[in-house]
């Protein structure tokens, strides 16, 4: 199949939809499902072969570079069928990485200098540690997906490190498209009530009782930075019913604290939320991110995935602290 696609002509970059090939629309008949999330680009690249469609008209063969393309996770392939002209055009959809950015990366760290990705093969052992960062092995950047090497590469440019949760699920290529999939979807949800830095507070309580260094220490560190708060993430891990936290705060930790305990849910809780001004949705998103993360914790609690050095010191001076732009 891939032989017979040539180049891209400059006439059939269109919108998701519909196409134009010499005029005339192209309308989708059948679309394969994505394999990284659900977005795509602005554009759909469609691509044109004589063989098949004579109306765009004579085009090359394709460069044998486009090849891999038709295999990565990244790219659906959609078959365009013109209404007027017998055949079909092959195109793809690329899918838009930005939006599936953990939010790790693409909110807390994406103000902390740019630095060039990494050209060596990635790790099993921390740079500044002689201790792993896990017990699984890292795969080595050339045996990697693509789509999973290009998006370890921009979180490592746009944050200065590559967090090591990237490398440590990457063992496992699938469950790395799943795992951060879902991560973007709770985490990055833009309705609601609960802000960025009560989401991380949610993480760092719920991680503490459930023992994961990991996920307390990277966590917290965004808390930190969201909250402006250099200290109150430390207080809810030693105790958080001592801490400087507001009523709201604490109902909201209570009941994700009940949800990560595995505790009978009641109308109480609902109705202490609702006390201070949270509505059934949010109770779904403060439960969905304990849940989500207590599968996550017990992740790193078995593969005895380490924190980088770099998140102990983020957000403690009012530099750190003021980087987010949020």
Known sequence: MCAAVGRLPQAVLQSPGTARCAGKAL???????????????????VLSCWSVLPCCGPVARTDADLAPLFGSPRYSLTLWQD?????????WQRQEAARHLPFLASRGLLKRPPVAAQRHAYSTKDDSSVRP????????????????????EEVEVKTGFLPNVFKAMSHRPAEFRAFFAYYNVIMNKETGRLSKADKELIIVATSAVNRCPYCVVAH?????????????????????????????DLAMLEFALAVCRAENITEEHFQKLEAHGFDRED?????????????SNRIAHFVDLR???????????PREAGRDGA
């Open 307 to 317: 924190p980088n050095k770099e998140f102990y010191n983020m957000g403690r001076t």
């Open 133 to 152: 960062i896990g017990r699984y092995p890292v795969p080595n950047k050339k045996d990697m997906p693509y789509d999973i090497v290009e998006l370890m």
């Open 83 to 91: 209404t007027d002209v017998s055949g079909t055009a092959l195109g």
């Open 283 to 295: 109770a779904w998103d403060i439960a969905t991110i304990a849940a989500f993360f207590a599968m």
């Open 220 to 248: 917290g560190a965004l808390h930190r930075i969201y909250s402006k708060q250099p200290t109150l993430a430390d207080q809810v891990v030693v105790n958080w019913e001592l801490a400087d936290l507001s009523s709201r």
């Open 27 to 45: 309308r989708p008949r059948a679309v394969a499902p994505p394999c990284f999330g659900s977005a795509v680009l602005p554009s759909c690249l």
